[in-house]
DNA sequence: TAACTAATTTGATGATTATAAAATTAATTA
DNA sequence: TAATTAATTTTATAATCATCAAATTAGTTA
C-alpha cells in the first residue's frame, strides 16, 4: 500500500497512483465516495457497470490507500481515505527528484551540457581550458578508440584530427590523463 | 490546454490530467525538465527512446499546459509550466463534484437511500411518513403499470399487494400524488 | 540554392488494461 | 441445514496507447 500522504515515494509509485487516477470509473467512485460511503452493488448501480468491474477498481483504489472498506450489516462499505489525497502533483514530481539517482543524473547532465558546449557536428571547437571539462572531453574522444587496438602514432593523429586541429595536445593530454597508454611509438587504449 | 492551476476543471480534464501523468516516459521527462530546460533530441538521449517518442509526449504535456516551449538557436527548448502543478490531487476530485451534475447526482443519491432503506428483497417494508419520502416510494411503485394500458381496482390492489398488504392507502395516494387517475372502476397510470 | 539537422507527422505493431460473463466464495436469513 | 444474496476471482475479449521506423516539414549553415 502506498503511503502517499508521508513523503516517501518512488517513481515506481508515483507511477501506480497516476495510473490509478486515469479511469474514468475510478473517478466517478472517488466522486461518489466523497459524497457518503458505499458498497459495491450500489456503486454499481451508480456508474452503469457490473459489480465485478467495481471490485476491480476498488482493488486498485484500496491498493494505493485511497479507499478503505469495513462491514456494515450484509454489506461490505467502502469509504474515501480524504488524507491520502492532501499532496499537490508538484511534490509527486519533485518527491520523484529527490531519488538516489539525482546525485547521477545530475553530472549525467553536466557531462552533456559541457559536451554540448564544446563539440559542434562531432568536433571540438575549442579545448577546454578547465581541467574538470577537459577531461570529459578527452573521455569522449577515447571512444574513437578500439579497446585492445593496438595504434601507430600517425594513426592516433588522423583519428583525434577528426575531432580538433591539435592532435599533438590531445595526444599528450590522452596519455596524461591515463586515457590511453605509449610504449615506443605504439599506443592503446586503456 | 487546460487551466489546472485555476479553478475549472471538468471531469473530462482531470481524467486527461491524470492520463497525461500516468506515464513512465512522461514523467521522467517531468522530471528532466524539472531541473533545466531541454530539447527534443537530448531528451531522447536521456530516457533512452526516440525522437519521435519524445515529440509525441511533449504534445500530450503541452496539451494540459504542463509544458511550454520557446526557441533557442537552432533548438526548440522545452520548459516546465510549475506554476501548472500546484493543485491537490483532494482539490480535483473534489472540483469535479462541484460539477453541474452534483444537484442532479445528491437527487440520485437521495433517492436510492430513500428506495434502499424502505424497500426489501422488493417489497415495500413500510410506508414512509415523510410525504417526500412516500412520493419517492410511490414512483417506484407506479413503474409496475404500464403507460397506456386500463387496470380494473381488482388488478390494481393485486399488483399493489406485491409490494405492500396495505394497498388500500398505497392504492388512494397514487391517486393524491397524481401518479394515476381513476374513473368510474377504472385505473391508469398517468 | 544546396546540404544538413531538428522536429514533427504518419502508419503499423505490440503491450497493457478495462470490462463483462461465468464460476466461486463468503455471509446472512429462514 | 438449505436458500439467498453480496462480493470476489477467473477467463476471455475489445479498446487504448506507447513506441519505432519511415516520411515529411521547418529551419540553419555553407
Redesign the interface.
Known sequence: MLVFGGNAMT?QE??QL??C????SR??I???L???DMYVE?LA??LGVTAPTISFHLKKLADIGAVRSYKSQYYTMYALC?EA??????DI??T??DDASLQA??E??YR?KVL?SFFEYGRLRAIPAQRKKERIVLEEIVKAFAPGTIYSEREVNLIIADFHDDFCTIRRDLIAENLMARSDGSYWRL
Not at 487516477?21 to 474514468?24: I, M, N, P, T, V
Not at 489525497?85 to 508538484?90: G, K, P, S, Y
Open positions: 517513481e508515483a507511477l497516476f495510473k487516477l486515469a479511469d474514468r473517478l466517478q472517488l466522486k461518489s466523497a459524497i457518503e450500489r448501480e451508480r480524504r489525497f492532501a499532496v499537490t502533483i508538484l514530481i519533485k520523484e527528484s543524473q545530475r549525467q547532465i552533456r554540448d
